[in-house]
């Protein structure tokens, strides 16, 4: 395979990760092993993983450590998973990887009959890049579950972080969130050395799940941490203010209301692992993560926000409901993977009462195998009572939305983000 066709591999959409450990422990053997030179706080958990990421290194920069970062899925480009710093690795270091992976990449396959899946290959990458830039930390966000996702081949981290639970990809990481939390469990880990005790932060889970975790750390050693409520204080344009703990006046840099809990991960996370203070302030305000709650303009309002199951919804609806007081109706335009809880979620929005004087818009995400068609979209929301409108283009939709000159808000699924930034470029 030559290097153009290996790229192009590496950057085709992936449907789902496989769920392995043995294809990224070959390939990062014949890297020499990077990923044993660096130091991780791991993230894992259903909804909220790339914010609690955001607000982690921001406060470790605003600290003073190179912080390196690894999430997923990108929105727009793959330089977006990876960056130091809150900068984005540029194209021809992309390249260079690619070119330093390949070669390993192509001996695993001669063991193995194939190819390390494009997420093993990226999750390689980042590690020679963070140890090639002397990354002081890196903060690392699982790509799906735990146990067997590429990303838990590191050693025990300096913190294993567990945002709330809830069902999701359940044909993969079970049925119920005992099961799902004994997966997403996977990334504690039993300290190197007996002398050592390790730490796992969590947000408030429930009984079946907190029991899981509380089973794991004793097993293996770690101290747990159930991180508590945010107190919120204020709210200025979408931004929520909080205290917690001895801290106060404390502002998400990124929007919604449901973001006092990912920063509340963070800032417990940074207090256990020493980080004063006002690098904690500082960070947290400086944060930011696209795609939720994102505020595309004001005139009229334009929100993206990537929530695409139960437990999304309901943190998209608690934060509409906040901002908009004299809610009087909006447009949705909704585009889902075909494997998500499309009826749950759209219940939810059903059942909030928000649909009321408010247009359903179905669009399907292009170029994704795993996308839902529009038909299968609408279909669901009639059973459920909902009228619903399909779209055979988001640029139609969302042309339409706009002349209703009432808010307009994008939800279902994080991929539609790139067509819809399609969209805008393609309008403005």
């Given at each position: ?422 969209v805008l470029n393609q309008i403005c």
């Open positions: 395979m030559n290097n153009n066709n290996f790229a192009q591999y590496a950057n085709s959409f992936q449907a789902i990760a496989k769920l392995r450990l043995e294809s990224i422990r070959r390939l990062l053997h014949h890297l020499d092993n990077p990923q044993n030179d660096l130091k991780f706080i791991h993230v894992a958990g259903t909804n909220g993983k790339g914010s609690v990421c955001s607000f982690l290194q921001n406060i470790f920069s605003d600290a003073g450590f190179k912080t390196g970062k690894y999430t997923s899925p990108n929105l727009i480009k793959v330089s977006e998973r990876i960056s130091i710093d809150g900068k984005l690795i540029s194209g021809e270091e992309l390249d260079t990887l690619l070119a330093l992976v390949q070669k390993s990449a192509e001996a695993v396959k001669a063991e193995q009959g194939e190819l390390p899946t494009q997420f093993e290959i990226w999750t390689a990458a980042a590690f020679c890049y963070f140890k090639q830039k002397k990354c002081d930390i890196v903060i690392l966000e699982t790509g799906l579950g735990g146990t067997r996702d590429a990303t838990n081949i590191i050693p025990p981290p300096l913190a294993s972080v567990i945002t709330r639970l809830d069902l999701d990809h359940t044909e993969y990481l079970g049925s119920t969130l005992a099961e799902i939390a004994t997966e997403k469990a996977g990334i504690i880990k039993t300290p190197l050395s007996d002398a050592d005790t390790g730490l796992t932060i969590t947000a408030p889970q429930s009984d079946a799940a907190l029991s899981v975790l509380e089973s794991v750390c004793r097993e293996r050693r770690n101290k747990l941490i159930v991180a508590d409520a945010p107190h919120i204080t204020d709210q200025r344009d979408f931004h929520e203010i909080f205290s917690y703990k001895q801290l106060s006046d404390l502002e998400c840099g990124i929007c919604g209301f449901y973001q006092p809990e990912n920063a509340a991960l963070a800032v417990e996370t940074a207090l256990n692992l020493g980080i004063d203070k006002k690098h904690i302030v500082s960070g947290l305000k400086k944060a930011t993560n696209p795609a939720r709650f994102e505020i595309i303009q004001t005139d009229p309002v334009v929100i993206y926000d990537g929530a695409h199951n139960k437990n999304g919804i309901d943190a998209l609806i608690q934060s509409l409901t906040r901002y908009f007081p004299d809610w009087n109706g909006a447009t949705f335009i909704t585009a889902f993977m075909g494997d998500k809880d499309i009826e749950g979620s759209l219940r939810e929005l059903k059942t909030s009462g928000l649909l009321e004087n408010s247009g359903l818009f179905a669009v399907k995400v292009k170029n994704n195998p795993r996308a839902a068609e529009t038909e299968k979209i609408c279909s669901i929301a009639h059973h459920l009572g909902i009228s619903a409108k399909p779209f055979s283009a988001l640029k139609d939709a969302y042309l339409t939305a706009l002349k209703k000159n009432n808010p307009i808000i994008l939800c279902g699924s994080l991929y539609l983000y790139k067509d819809f930034d399609e």
